[in-house]
C-alpha cells in the first residue's frame, strides 16, 4: 500500500513523505490514527504543502540544532508544578505539552512535543530526565522537576 505521512513516524518517515507499507499496518493503523492519507495523483500535490509546513517546523541544519541543545542543556532549572498526593504521586501523568510549556516558561526555546522522548510516564514528584531529538545526530538532555501544586 503505497501513503503519503501527514506525521512523523518512527522508523518509517517525516511528514511528506510517500512510502511503501503493508495494507493491514496502512489500513488498520496508519489511517484511522491520521499519521497518513492514501497515496494517488491528487495526493499527490498536497505533498508540496505537506513539506513546506514541515520546513518552517523543522530545525534548518546541524548548527542550529546544536545551537538550540545548548540553550537546552544552559537552562538552570526546567520545573513544573502538578497536582499530587500526599505520598507524592500525580494525579494524571505530566504530557509532552505540559513538559514544552515549562521549558518556554523557563526561558528556553520553542520546541515541538513530537520531539520530546520522555523516559515513560512521568507519574511521581522528583526529577525526571527528558531527551529531546533536535537532529538525527542531536539529541539534548535536560532534567524536569515536578513539584507538587499549591
Same mark, same amino acid.
Given at each position: 500500500?503505497?501513503?503519503?505521512? !501527514?506525521?512523523?513516524?518512527?522508523?518509517?518517515?517525516?511528514?511528506? /513523505?510517500?512510502?511503501?507499507?503493508? /495494507?493491514?499496518?496502512?489500513?488498520?493503523?496508519? @489511517?484511522?490514527?491520521?499519521?497518513?492519507? !492514501?497515496?494517488?495523483?491528487? %495526493?499527490?500535490?498536497?505533498?508540496?504543502?505537506?513539506?513546506? %509546513?514541515?520546513?518552517?517546523?523543522?530545525?534548518? /541544519? &546541524?548548527?542550529?540544532?546544536?545551537?538550540? =541543545?545548548?540553550?537546552?542543556?544552559? @537552562?538552570?532549572?526546567? !520545573? &513544573?508544578?502538578?497536582?499530587?498526593?500526599?505520598?507524592?504521586?500525580?494525579?494524571?501523568? #505530566?504530557?509532552?505539552?505540559?513538559?514544552?510549556?515549562?521549558?518556554? *516558561?523557563?526561558?528556553?526555546? *520553542?520546541?515541538?512535543?513530537?520531539?520530546?522522548?520522555?523516559?515513560?510516564?512521568? =507519574?511521581?514528584?522528583? *526529577?525526571?530526565? #527528558?531527551?529531546? =531529538?533536535?537532529?538525527?545526530?542531536? !539529541?539534548?538532555?535536560?532534567? &524536569?522537576? #515536578?513539584?507538587?501544586? =499549591?
Amino acid at each position: 500500500m503505497k501513503i503519503i505521512l !501527514t506525521q512523523e513516524v518512527s522508523g518509517l518517515g517525516a511528514p511528506g /513523505d510517500v512510502v511503501e507499507v503493508k /495494507d493491514g499496518y496502512g489500513r488498520n493503523y496508519l @489511517l484511522p490514527q491520521g499519521f497518513a492519507i !492514501t497515496w494517488s495523483k491528487g %495526493a499527490e500535490k498536497q505533498v508540496s504543502v505537506i513539506r513546506r %509546513a514541515r520546513e518552517a517546523r523543522e530545525i534548518r /541544519d &546541524l548548527g542550529h540544532a546544536n545551537e538550540i =541543545k545548548a540553550q537546552l542543556e544552559g @537552562l538552570s532549572k526546567v !520545573t &513544573l508544578s502538578a497536582r499530587a498526593g500526599d505520598g507524592g504521586r500525580l494525579f494524571g501523568s #505530566v504530557t509532552p505539552a505540559e513538559v514544552v510549556e515549562a521549558v518556554r *516558561a523557563a526561558g528556553g526555546p *520553542a520546541l515541538d512535543r513530537r520531539r520530546l522522548e520522555l523516559s515513560g510516564h512521568i =507519574k511521581s514528584l522528583g *526529577a525526571h530526565p #527528558v531527551r529531546v =531529538k533536535l537532529h538525527p545526530e542531536v !539529541t539534548a538532555r535536560f532534567d &524536569l522537576t #515536578v513539584v507538587k501544586a =499549591k
